[in-house]
């Protein structure tokens, strides 16, 4: 007699008196040929192409287990056909078919670890081994044992797969939440467990319909497996993912060196666009900072200390910045250079420049109750037309910016340092601003680039000086303007008594000393006859 598991399932409700009546299994021959064997050839045709979608995608997971299933079933199907005999007939071919569906079972269930994404536990690796005794033992028994077995055979091998089933389902629902493709297969994998236990209930009336929802339930299962793992194809694969987190990784190191704004105003989505050469024209307003005395500073600090006390700094003023829609073009050891939109970037590299100086005063604080010097600060902003872009060579670039404008700002900066002032800016700033009045301010002079013919008039504004220097600077700023109202007017006497009264107030006012000391070089030079 030839069996295929199909038919042992449709009888397993017997199993449980098959004891008594052992012959009842043996009355349904059935050959490879015809609709069997076409059935067969389908599933063995759906556990090739899963494999070669394994192939594709060069990765095992979930594609081998579910093409181990796929194939183990078409192979349980059909075994009856390839050996119509084992062992001389000792062994029932029937007992191979169900040793063959275990095996499927047990890929189903590493097929569910796979499309999860997850690897099973030791615990669950226990598994396997069940099944691989189970089906052991359903073709030794019966060889050894005889028809008078085979009932008691059949139901366990029955309850093993029904038990990999279930198996199968909690696994798919424990992973659904995290897993699409699994949540996918929940329903399909419900129904082939209940198809399962349906057959292993002894009741006449559901005989007929038992070994049919079986099938159909592993048609279901098998399709919408399939289906799972071809949707997978849209999903990244584990090692592409490594990939993609590693290039995600890499872009945001890169852009640590390349502000997201500057690719913005040069209009690229991606550091990858960057072309040597690529460069766009821009108002901007231009912020130069350094901090004072650093090189005296910076001799009594080890390299260590050196960076660790820049890196503070910067901790601290960098955020200011940014805060007010600014971004740094660049470090220059412990300068910085940083940029402001056209439409507010006056009033916002101001704004930042005050509070900057009163983060300053905080951080002081700090610094002296440790017992370390103060440090302070010199600010230069200018507002103009500047050309932003990348230069170098071909191997070697780097974003930058290139005018008169840059060169300005420096120098604005660099007047700040020799006047002992934290903040100044130009005309043209000053002119940008919508809200100036709101600010403390004095013109202290008019600067002039290298290799330029026209001075540009520079501004103080000294809001963020703590508050026993504001009150005392407000008192001398009434003389300083006089002193350089009359120096301008020619009055040269006039102008050295005014900046003196004003030096009185405010004996560190470097700016009051410069023109003071101008007025007393000219006043001693010998006049033109």
């Given amino acids: ?9 449709n009888q397993l409700w017997v199993a449980a008196l098959a004891a008594a009546d052992p012959a009842s299994w043996s009355m349904f021959p059935i050959s490879l040929v015809g609709a069997r064997g076409a059935e067969a050839a389908l599933w063995l045709a759906a556990g090739l192409f899963v494999a070669l979608l394994g192939f594709y995608r060069r990765r095992a997971r979930p594609y081998a287990s579910l093409a181990c299933f796929l194939t183990l079933s078409a192979a349980s199907m059909s075994v009856s056909g390839f050996l119509p005999s084992l062992a001389g007939g ?3 071919i029937w007992t191979v078919a169900m040793a063959l569906r275990i095996a499927a079972s047990a890929a189903a269930v590493a097929f569910t670890g796979a499309l999860a994404g997850r690897t099973l536990t030791t615990a669950r690796w226990i598994l396997y081994p069940v099944a691989v005794l189970g089906a052991a033992a359903g073709i030794a028994v019966p060889a050894i044992l005889g028809e008078a077995a085979a009932g008691w055979t059949a139901l366990a091998v029955g309850m093993v797969q029904a038990g990999l089933a279930i198996v199968a389902v909690w696994f798919f629902i424990a992973h659904a939440a995290l897993n699409v493709p699994s949540r996918r297969v929940v329903p399909a994998a419900a129904i082939r467990a209940l198809a399962a236990l349906v ?25 919408t497996a399939i289906l799972a793992a071809m949707m997978e194809l849209s999903h990244p694969s584990a090692e592409e993912t490594i990939l993609d987190d590693r290039a995600v990784a890499l872009t945001a190191s ?14 690229k989505k991606d550091i990858l666009d960057l072309n040597l050469g690529d460069h766009i024209k821009k108002d901007m307003t231009i912020f130069f900072s350094d901090i004072r005395a650093f090189t005296e500073l910076s001799e009594i600090l080890t390299p260590e200390e050196s960076f660790a006390f820049v890196n503070s700094y910067l901790s601290r003023v960098v955020p200011v910045i940014t805060g007010h829609r600014g971004f740094v073009d660049k470090y220059m050891g412990d300068g910085i250079m940083a940029l402001f939109p056209e439409d507010t970037g006056a009033d916002d590299a101001v ?19 440790v017992g370390y010097r103060s ?27 290139i005018s008169d404008s840059v060169n300005l700002a420096s120098r604005l900066q660099a007047i700040a340092k020799a006047f002992n002032i934290p903040l100044v800016i130009s005309e043209d700033t000053f002119r940008s601003m919508s809200e100036a009045g709101k600010y403390k301010y004095r013109f202290i002079g008019k600067a002039l680039v290298k290799g330029k013919d026209k001075a540009v008039s520079a501004f103080e ?8 220097l504001f ?18 007017q020619k009055d040269i006497s006039g102008g050295a008594f005014y900046f003196k009264r004003a030096l009185e107030e405010v004996p560190e006012d470097g700016a009051a000393r410069f023109w003071l000391e101008t007025c007393l070089r000219k006043t001693m030079a010998p006049r033109a006859t």
């Fill in 351 to 369: 704004e930042s420049a005050v509070e900057m100086q009163k983060k300053m005063q905080v951080y002081n604080g700090h610094r002296a109750k």
């Fill in 254 to 267: 890169i852009r640590k060196f390349i502000p997201n704004e500057f690719l913005s105003y040069l209009q």
């Fill in 471 to 488: 009150e005392r600077k407000m008192r001398s700023n009434t003389f300083f303007e006089q002193g350089m109202l009359a120096f301008y």
């Fill in 1 to 9: 007699m030839v069996y295929t598991m199909s038919m042992m399932q």
């Fill in 90 to 92: 000792a062994i029932p």
């Fill in 461 to 468: 504004i000294f809001d963020g000086l703590p508050d026993e």
């Fill in 375 to 401: 440090v302070s600060m010199g600010i230069g902003i200018h507002t103009g037309p500047l050309m932003m872009g990348v230069v170098g060579v071909s191997d070697r670039m780097e974003g930058t910016v």
């Fill in 199 to 223: 057959i292993l209930v002894p009741l006449p009336v559901i005989r007929p319909y038992a070994s049919a929802a079986s099938v159909a339930a592993e048609i279901l299962f098998a399709a």
